[in-house]
């Protein structure tokens, strides 16, 4: 990490928790990130900046469905809970998870946390490590430090056990952008444990040549048996957002929700492979 990086992580998690700060913050990522000033034009960065930097952040409904545990209730609400992962664990205690075991495949997460797992075959205990990996890191941090996104800033620290869907460890995303409760396009991401890679399609899943801030791939990804439900789906749990990223997992019959996502990647993520030209061409999709 260079002094600039480690100077700027510093500030981010010391100076106070306000939204002066944390705006003053954000505008500095966005400009040494992106090498431009965040305006009020409809590009994919800036609208989440514009969100990121306003009182929607704060709304109260954006903050209880940040939190994996709470957004399964507020899924159950309006979708079918078929689609909803079930959960095996909540807690957040130490003993509890030393002494969890299942009969089937499970993945561990941090509900206040984003990007963060751990997978278990049944039947296979979490190690010394993994606990002391949740108790000293996982239990400790804040997503809200990361990027000053304030959703994040005062959930309380969980950890979440769910059935390993279609015992499947190395299962594909998929992350419908929808804006004004109209799905828009639909972002898969490959490999995310060892090699992540991306790959953009639009709603008649025609491939893109683009990608945001991972690789693209030369996978020819056919198009999921069920993607029409997906991208009802998706319409429905995003009419309560102006812009949101609806994320879910299919084996081509059954759909679950994973997430719902407010700000995607802090509003701090590069487009491949021309910048801010492929944000301005991806842009048009989204917001034309």
Not at 106 to 119: V, W
Not at 131 to 153: P, T
Request: aromatic content about 14%; overall charge positive.
């Amino acid at each position: 990490m260079s002094l600039k990086r480690k100077i700027f992580k510093f500030f981010l998690k010391n100076l106070p928790t306000n939204k002066f700060f944390d705006n003053l913050l954000s505008f500095i990522q966005f400009t040494y990130i992106h090498k431009r000033l965040p305006s009020k034009k409809k590009y994919f960065n800036d609208v989440l900046y514009q969100i990121k930097t306003s009182d929607i952040i704060d709304d109260p409904l954006r903050i209880f469905v940040t939190d994996k545990e709470y957004c399964k209730i507020f899924l159950k609400e309006i979708i079918d809970h078929k689609h909803v992962i079930k959960n095996l664990l909540v807690t957040d205690k130490i003993q509890e998870l030393i002494n969890f075991n299942s009969e089937i495949d499970y993945i561990i997460k941090p509900t206040h946390l984003a990007g963060k797992y751990i997978i278990k075959k049944k039947n296979e205990k979490l190690t010394t490590e993994d606990i002391n990996s949740i108790k000293n890191n996982w239990l400790i941090e804040n997503q809200y430090f990361g990027h000053r996104e304030r959703n994040y800033l005062n959930l309380k620290p969980k950890i979440i056990i769910e059935p390993l869907l279609f015992s499947d460890d190395n299962i594909k995303d998929y992350k419908i952008f929808c804006n004004n409760g109209v799905a828009k396009v639909i972002q898969v991401d490959f490999n995310r444990s060892f090699d992540h890679s991306r790959s953009i399609y639009t709603l008649n899943w025609e491939k893109l040549n683009m990608s945001i801030d991972f690789k693209m791939n030369d996978f020819d990804l056919e198009k999921p048996n069920n993607l029409s439900e997906m991208l009802i789906l998706a319409e429905k749990i995003s009419k309560f957002f102006s812009f949101i990223r609806i994320d879910m997992y299919s084996n081509n019959n059954e759909i679950f929700i994973g997430e719902i996502t407010h700000i995607h990647g802090g509003a701090c993520e590069k487009f491949l492979p021309k910048k801010f030209e492929t944000e301005k061409e991806f842009s048009k999709i989204l917001f034309d």
